[in-house]
């Protein structure tokens, strides 16, 4: 996993023999034994650059089954998509993964934004964004506070986000049923709204997720965007007759 890591962090680049012997207390013959093992798993590839190694194409195959737990990516792609249309904003699907969000879908209508994930895959931890608040919400508060002990340095170190604005924002979603996110010292140009995709016990399965530009957000959007989010939310677990649940 380390290999895999190492290999991931040199982005197109790929990495080299050096820069798993630095990064790994490892001998060079381990080494090379463990980079042919990976390569015929096909979790390792030969970079165009000579010596260097690429992330093979199997994990995508992973990828793509790691983010569709209980069918709800495919629920939600063509949702997101048609939000995306209608609408004109980006929007995302998103899924608690330990004491993060983790991205697993995103759809980018005709005014697109930034947000803190940029692609399928990015992570968060639970905190950041509308997102994470619609997944907090719906967790025991047992459970809340805890992930938010682990994530409270992170938080404020990195994204100047304080544990009070975040129970604040859960409490706004129990009384509006929408994610507002909380302010921060990042992405202050925009803003997002959130509602959680919620399973027949009540259960976060995830949430869906619109960011645009604070411009955006007139009264008459921000109702448009909330009603065809729970709309699209509601019909997804419909859909499944019951089938999302996560054991």
Do not use: W
Request: aromatic fraction near 6%; charge should be neutral.
């Amino acid at each position: 996993m380390q290999l895999l890591q190492i290999t991931a962090r040199g982005g197109h680049r790929g990495a080299g023999i050096d820069d798993y012997l630095d990064a790994l207390e490892i001998s060079r013959p381990t080494l090379y034994r463990l980079l042919k093992s990976l390569k015929e798993q096909g979790f390792l590839r030969p970079s165009p650059v000579r010596g260097r190694y690429l992330l093979g194409y199997e994990l995508l195959v992973l990828g793509a089954q790691a983010g569709n737990g209980a069918g709800l990516r495919d629920l939600a792609r063509p949702r997101l998509l048609s939000l995306a249309q209608s609408l004109g904003d980006s929007f995302y699907l998103f899924a608690r993964d330990g004491v993060n969000a983790v991205c697993l879908e995103v759809q980018n209508g005709a005014s697109p934004v930034g947000s803190f994930v940029r692609a399928t895959g990015g992570r968060l931890p639970l905190g950041v964004g509308q997102a994470s608040i619609a997944l907090l919400a719906y967790l025991p508060t047992t459970e809340q506070d805890a992930i938010l002990a682990v994530n409270a340095c992170l938080l404020e170190r990195d994204y100047a986000i304080a544990i009070a604005d975040i129970k604040a924002e859960i409490c706004h979603l129990h009384a509006h049923g929408f994610a507002r996110g909380v302010e921060g010292s990042l992405l202050p140009e925009f803003a997002g709204l959130a509602v959680p995709i919620l399973d027949h016990s009540g259960h976060p399965l995830g949430a869906l997720s619109c960011s645009m530009l604070k411009s955006r957000m007139t009264d008459a959007h921000r109702e448009a965007v909330l009603t065809q989010m729970r709309h699209e939310a509601n019909e997804m677990v419909t859909h499944a007759h019951g089938l999302l649940y996560l054991e």
